[in-house]
Structure formats: structure tokens, C-alpha cells
């Protein structure tokens, strides 16, 4: 089974939290709400693999303020791949606060859609298992 260091910034602006719908047909939760987020690459430091996730993601225009290490955790997940074939992944997730200073976001073809979403919203969107553990811990759900 292969292992993966993931990044996940839990992006703040304004009380508000980005959410990401995953896309459809690939991905480790298609379909589903979820934070952004990725593994870190051979050679990268994890602040360098957190604000380079950020960039692919989320674009060039969304300015991250601050970063501070919150939290982390593992689980071993099913990745479904846009060919349709899948794989199980032992993950280590490393989670971050992140603050941004705008609103400003181009994501990419790995999610249908974002939104920025107040604490109250979140408890009534379809989470991911992942995205929903994070924000009850963080006393949210």
C-alpha cells in the first residue's frame, strides 16, 4: 500500500471557510465537499508543499497571510483516478490555519466548485468523512 503526506489548509477569511466539491470522477471523495489540499513532493519542505497545493488548487490570486501548523492525524483511504481504475492509500494528513486576505480563487480541474462558508452553513453541506472530522475537532460540527 502506498503512502502519501498530505497538506490541508483550513482557509479562513472573515469567519467565512473555503470548501472545495471535489469533482465528480476521480479523487479520494468525488462529488463531496472538502478542504483543499495534496501530497507533498519529493524535495519540498511542508510549508512549501502546503502554499504550492494552494497555487495548483486555488490559483495564483489568492493571498495566504498566514500559516500555522493545527493538527494531524492518519487513515488509510480508496483513490478513484479519472480512468476509472482505484487505489487504497495509507494517508498522513498535516493540517493547517491558514488566513487569507481575499477572496480571489481559480481553482482547477480537480473540483466542480467552491464557496466561501460561514460555520452555521457547514454543519448542513455533504462533507467528506475527512473534511468532517477536521471541523468537529475544531468544534464546528
Sequence with gaps: MRQRIITCPVIQNDGHYLLCKMAADRGVFPGQWALPGGGMEPGETIEDALRREIREEL????????????????DIRIKQYADGTREEIYMIYLIFDCLSANRTITFNEEFQEIAWVSPDVIKEMDLND???ITFAQKGLL
Design 59 to 74: 490559483g495564483d490570486a489568492l493571498e495566504i497571510v498566514e500559516v500555522k501548523p493545527w493538527a494531524f492525524r492518519d
Design 130 to 132: 475527512a473534511t468532517k
